[in-house]
């Protein structure tokens, strides 16, 4: 129970930060990749904020031996990108700069009833469930094969 308030907590404060840095609103995220017209910086600050936090506060949590509510960080163990990984990344890199919309920055937007965040979260959610049946898919036909 104390795991669910404290992501809910967590989760709120990342939405407040996301809501008042004005990543909720598309027109400015898209105004960023607009480099040729009506550009506009400002998610450079954001996102280089965001990593200055996370770079900072890793250094700290990763000198713990283990998570204040967990028994073991659960860290990725692949050091190396592979084809699942890019793929993924460039899929959410094309429906960012198409949407405007990142999952960090629908998901606050829902709240305040903005229909295209509602069809975005929709299609987030229909492309997470079929990347993960293309996976167990790919997953059955390499244990047959075998």
Do not use: Y
């Amino acid at each position: 129970m104390q795991r669910i308030v404290l992501a809910g907590l967590f989760g709120l404060i990342f939405g407040a930060g996301i809501a008042i840095s004005g990543m909720i609103n598309p027109a400015k995220v898209l105004n960023f990749f607009d480099i040729a017209g009506n550009w506009d910086p400002s998610l450079i600050l954001v996102m280089g904020s965001a990593l200055t936090v996370t770079a900072i506060g890793f250094r700290f949590v990763l000198r713990r031996e283990k998570p204040v509510l967990d028994q073991q960080f659960h860290l990725p163990t692949k050091r190396k990108p592979d084809v699942p990984l890019i793929g993924g990344s460039a899929v959410f890199g094309i429906g960012w700069g198409i949407a405007g919309f990142c999952p960090g920055g629908a998901i606050p937007a829902l709240g305040l009833g903005d229909v295209s965040a509602f069809a975005f979260v929709a299609a987030m959610i229909a492309g997470i469930l079929t990347a993960r049946g293309l996976r167990q898919f790919a997953q059955r036909r390499v244990i047959q094969s075998a």
